[in-house]
C-alpha cells in the first residue's frame, strides 16, 4: 500500500486543529472522548474524507470508560486501506499523544508492511515526538496485522525513550492507570543498559 509514501502524515490535539485548516488535509481520523461535540475546527477545513471513533484513552477496564475495541482497530484500518487519494492525513485525539500516535502507528505498520516495527517507531517520533501510543490499541493492532508482538515492543521502546528524559513520566502515567505501559517501558529501559 503505498498510498502514504508520498503523502504527508501529521498528529495533533484538540487545541491545534485550527492550525491544520488552510494544509490542505485530504483524510482525517478523529478519536474522541464519548460525547466529546463536533470540533468546530472542521468548518474551515473544506470536505475532507473523515471518520470519527468514540472511545477512551485508556488501556484498563474501568467504571463508565469506554476502552477501544478490535472494531475499532479494524475501522482505522479500514479507513487507511481504502482512503483512495491520500495527499494529506490528519490524526487527532484529544492531546495528540496516545490514541492518535497508536492509529498513525497502526496506519503506518499496514501501509509499509516490509518496514521494521523500530522504524516505524522512529518514523512515529519524526511526526511528534511526545508520542506515547495507546498499548491497548496497538496491542490490538498488533494481532491484526500479524506483527507478532513487535508493534507493541516498539511501543515500550518509545516508552523507554520517554522514561530515560523524564523519569517523573512513570508516576504520572501510573497514576492515569497506564502502569501497564509504563512497565513495558522501564523493562525495556533495564535491558538496554
Not at 492550525?19 to 463536533?38: I, Y
Not at 484529544?94 to 518514523?123: K, Y
Not at 491484526?144 to 523519569?167: I, N
Request: glycine share 6%; charged share 25%.
Amino acid at each position: 500500500m503505498d498510498t502514504f509514501a508520498l503523502a504527508t502524515l501529521s498528529i495533533c490535539g484538540l487545541q491545534e486543529l485550527d492550525a491544520f485548516a488552510a494544509r490542505d488535509v485530504t483524510n482525517v481520523l478523529s478519536l474522541l472522548d464519548p460525547g466529546t461535540p463536533e470540533p468546530s475546527a472542521f468548518l474551515a477545513y473544506g470536505a475532507p474524507a473523515r471518520t470519527t471513533l468514540y472511545f477512551h484513552d485508556a488501556i484498563e477496564p474501568a467504571p463508565d470508560v469506554v476502552l477501544p475495541t478490535a472494531a475499532d482497530i479494524d475501522t482505522i484500518l479500514a479507513f487507511a486501506r481504502d482512503a483512495g487519494d491520500v495527499r494529506h492525513l490528519l490524526i487527532h485525539c484529544h492531546m495528540g499523544i496516545s490514541r492518535s500516535t497508536a492509529a498513525m502507528l497502526m496506519v503506518m505498520a499496514q501501509a509499509f508492511p516490509d518496514e521494521s516495527e523500530e522504524a516505524l517507531a522512529d518514523r512515529l517520533i519524526a511526526i511528534r515526538p511526545q508520542a506515547w501510543p495507546n498499548a491497548r490499541m496497538i496491542g490490538l493492532a498488533d494481532e491484526r496485522l500479524g506483527r507478532e508482538g513487535r508493534l507493541t515492543a516498539a511501543a515500550g521502546g518509545l516508552y523507554a525513550r520517554h522514561l530515560a528524559a523524564r523519569p517523573v513520566l512513570g508516576e504520572a502515567m501510573t497514576k492515569m492507570d497506564r502502569a501497564r505501559e509504563v512497565e513495558l517501558g522501564r523493562r525495556i529501559l533495564a535491558e538496554t543498559r
